[in-house]
T-cell receptor
Framework: GDSVTQMEGPVTLSEEAFLTINCTYTATGYPSLFWYVQYPGEGLQLLLKATKADDKGSNKGFEATYRKETTSFHLEKGSVQVSDSAVYFCALNTGNQFYFGTGTSLTVIP | EAQVTQNPRYLITVTGKKLTVTCSQNMNHEYMSWYRQDPGLGLRQIYYSMNVEVTDKGDVPEGYKVSRKEKRNFPLILESPSPNQTSLYFC??????????????FGNGTRLTVT
């Protein structure tokens, strides 16, 4: 069945460090891919999305490229800030259902 | 303001006592769904609805019921809660019948404890 596997955390980085959170997926057909972010005590918010192969989603300095050949959608940011501390979820949608990874907790220290 | 509203935010109950968690969205979305979030397991889908009077099971539907009598509301019902249903629950909605291009909008969650 369809599924998402993402890098386990927690991840701790210093401010201005480079961030990569790995995400790979298994899906039939041509899913849309998403990254969501969850701040403490809140629901998930859409961070970025890509709907077809080679699309690059970007928002707030975060980027992820839909790689069909490697079935991956890795999240990157060149210089993280303390305010980026949150839990990040990779997800895919194949029409009727959404599938989420287990989440990666990121802590950025000053 | 476009939003998904869940109530209550926190709920403590005892085994076997029926409860309902409400969910309402003001975006005229066709698609609504319920998830539970557990440590190490991420979000798992309980039920979803493509439109009024249309509901389907997700990956973990056992012990839950839903109804979709109106487009804006999608309550989650636990008729006989058990301790293994202690979790953080999220309602979400999207437009275009959950099509591939429509991201989910989430409520702020309901933390349920069953003793």
């Amino acid at each position: 069945g369809d599924s998402v596997t993402q890098m386990e955390g927690p991840v701790t980085l210093s401010e201005e460090a480079f961030l990569t959170i790995n995400c790979t997926y298994t899906a039939t057909g041509y899913p849309s891919l998403f990254w969501y972010v969850q701040y403490p005590g809140e629901g998930l918010q859409l961070l970025l999305k890509a709907t077809k192969a080679d699309d690059k989603g970007s928002n707030k300095g975060f980027e992820a490229t839909y790689r069909k050949e490697t079935t991956s959608f890795h999240l990157e940011k060149g210089s993280v800030q303390v305010s980026d501390s949150a839990v990040y979820f990779c997800a895919l949608n194949t029409g009727n259902q959404f599938y989420f990874g287990t989440g990666t907790s990121l802590t950025v220290i000053p | 303001e476009a939003q998904v509203t869940q109530n209550p935010r926190y709920l403590i109950t005892v085994t076997g006592k029926k409860l309902t968690v409400t969910c309402s969205q003001n975006m005229n979305h066709e698609y609504m769904s319920w998830y539970r979030q557990d440590p190490g397991l991420g979000l798992r889908q309980i039920y979803y609805s493509m439109n009024v009077e249309v509901t389907d099971k997700g990956d973990v539907p056992e012990g839950y019921k839903v109804s979709r009598k109106e487009k804006r509301n999608f309550p989650l019902i636990l008729e006989s809660p058990s301790p293994n249903q202690t979790s953080l629950y999220f309602c979400a909605s999207s437009s275009h019948r959950g099509s591939e291009n429509s991201p989910l909008h989430f409520g702020n969650g309901t933390r349920l404890t069953v003793t």
